[in-house]
C-alpha cells in the first residue's frame, strides 16, 4: 500500500491560493491519487483524481509530477467555506487489498 | 438520484446488544465500504466488498461482520457492542473510477 504524509495543518486567507502537498514515495504504476473534503459531522466528499501531470475541474488543480512520489492539491481563491480536512488516498482496489485513509490536513481559512 | 444512503443516523446501544447498519447506493457501484472514524481522527476501513457476495477485511475488523446479499446493499452487523465501537460509520461506493462516493454516517454510542 502506498503510505501518504500530509501536513497535519494548514492556515490561510479568504482570497489566497492554497496548496496541500502529499507526499506517496511508494506509489505503485497502477495507483491512482484521489483527494478527499470532509466537513464536521458530514462523510468526505470526493474533489478530484489523477493519474500523472495536471487535472484541474471547477474546485481543484491537482498537480503530479512526472515521479508521481507527490501530488498537490490547488485550492484557488478559498473562502471560509473551504475550512475542513483534506485527504489524498493514494492506490487502485484490486479486490485483494483496500486502500486506507491517512489522517488529512486540517484547513483553518481566516477572513 | 439519491447516491449513498446510511441507516439509522443515531444509535445508542448498551454494551453486549446487537445492531446492524445499514448502507444502500443507487449508482450500480460493485465496490461498498464501511469506515469508522473516532473524534479528532482519520478514517479507517472495516470490511468492503468487491461485488455482490463478496466480503473482505479491511484494517479493523474485529467485532464486526458483514454482508453483500444485494448489490445496492451493504450491511455492517455488531454482534456484541463494546464501548470502544463508539465512533461514527461512514459507508462509500466506488464505480470503475477511482473516486468513492460517501453516505453522510451514523453515530453510534454504545454505553
Known amino acids: 500500500l502506498a503510505k501518504t504524509t500530509q501536513p497535519i495543518s494548514m492556515d490561510s486567507y479568504e482570497g489566497q491560493e492554497v496548496n496541500i502537498t502529499c507526499s506517496h514515495n511508494n506509489i505503485a504504476t497502477n495507483d491512482y491519487i484521489t483527494w478527499y473534503q470532509q466537513f464536521p459531522s458530514q462523510g468526505p466528499r470526493f474533489i478530484i483524481q489523477g493519474y500523472k501531470t495536471k487535472v484541474t475541474n471547477e474546485v481543484a488543480s491537482l498537480f503530479i509530477p512526472a515521479d508521481r512520489k507527490s501530488s498537490t492539491l490547488s485550492l484557488p481563491r478559498v473562502s471560509l467555506s473551504d475550512t475542513a480536512v483534506y485527504y489524498c488516498l493514494v492506490g487502485w482496489d484490486t479486490g485483494r487489498r483496500a486502500l486506507t485513509f491517512g489522517s488529512g490536513t486540517r484547513l483553518q481559512v481566516q477572513p | 438520484n439519491a447516491g449513498v444512503t446510511q441507516t439509522p443516523k443515531f444509535r445508542v446501544l448498551k454494551t453486549g446488544q446487537s445492531m446492524t447498519l445499514l448502507c444502500a447506493q443507487d449508482?450500480?457501484?460493485?465496490?461498498m465500504y464501511w469506515y469508522r472514524q473516532d473524534p479528532g481522527m482519520g478514517l479507517r476501513l472495516i470490511h468492503y466488498?468487491?461485488?455482490?457476495?463478496?466480503?473482505a477485511k479491511g484494517e479493523v475488523p474485529d467485532g464486526y461482520n458483514v454482508s453483500r446479499l444485494k448489490k445496492q446493499n451493504f450491511l455492517l452487523g455488531l454482534e456484541s457492542a463494546a464501548p470502544s465501537q463508539t465512533s461514527v460509520y461512514f459507508c462509500a461506493s466506488k464505480g470503475t473510477s477511482a473516486a468513492q462516493y460517501f453516505g453522510p454516517g451514523t453515530r453510534l454510542l454504545v454505553l
Open positions: 466488498s468487491v461485488g455482490e457476495g463478496t466480503t
Open positions: 449508482m450500480n457501484h460493485e465496490y
